[in-house]
């Protein structure tokens, strides 16, 4: 598919997610960051709000992947009146045997998640940053490397994606990476979600495939 993560960066997701199965530790971590600070963007919050179901189900395919047991959601402090309705879905999912242990009758397919809110540090956005939060510890960014996928929650091999990329992940499972790839442009496959306030008609959130131009969305 050649999905890049969403969160600004541009990395190579499937790279990302190889990086870290290779890299030696006595476990691997799936971490979401909802730490959705930047003035003027929401797109996240209504993922979360109305997908999260699709989140989740993002994650659990890069635990499948990473052959990790635990995942964890760092969701923006200010998003805290989410929590209620978060659990309430993990709950249902954990009922469906979509999580916790030997996921849907698989054997050793053993994962959870669990929701970590933080306390409105912009600089938590940053990946690092938010692991040395997860730990406790004041959310301060990492001296690189070593990277979060060789060394990142307790030390362990992590992942850390965004909440649209663990979207876009449940599509291309769904659909394949061949029709991801033939959205957007070659470089910068699929989709991308825009949040759109001020002075509009219409503000919101509006998913467009890359290539196409601020002034079509705009319009």
């Known amino acids: 598919s050649n999905l890049r993560g969403r969160g600004g960066a541009g990395f190579v997701t499937g790279l990302k997610w190889q990086l870290c199965r290779n890299a030696t530790g006595a476990e691997h971590v799936v971490v979401c960051n909802a730490d959705e600070g930047e003035p003027g963007t929401f797109k996240d919050r209504v993922l979360l709000s109305t997908f999260a179901d699709t989140v989740f189900e ?7 992947a990473l052959g990790a047991r635990r995942g964890f959601v760092y969701l923006r ?13 993990l709950e249902r999912r954990r009922s469906a045997k979509l999580l916790g242990a030997g996921i849907l009758g ?14 409105g540090a912009y600089v ?4 690092s940053a938010l692991i040395e939060s997860l730990e406790g510890k004041r959310g301060t ?19 850390v994606n965004n909440v649209e990329t663990f979207c876009a992940v449940n599509h291309i499972a ?32 509006y998913e467009y495939p890359f290539g196409t131009h601020v002034g079509r969305i705009l319009e």
Request: with cysteine.
């Open 58 to 64: 993002g994650m659990t395919i890069a635990a499948h």
């Open 77 to 89: 402090g200010e998003y805290r009146y989410l929590l209620e309705a978060l659990h309430a879905v």
């Open 106 to 119: 698989h054997a050793g397919f053993d994962f959870d998640i669990t929701i970590h809110v933080g306390a």
């Open 124 to 127: 938590c956005g940053e990946e």
């Open 141 to 159: 960014p990492r001296i690189r490397p070593p990277f979060p996928v060789e060394s990142g929650y307790l030390g362990h091999p992590t992942v």
């Open 174 to 205: 769904i659909q394949g990476g061949q029709w991801w790839a033939q959205i957007g442009t070659p470089k910068s496959t699929g989709t991308k979600i825009h949040s759109v306030s001020g002075d509009c008609a219409r503000p919101g959130i």
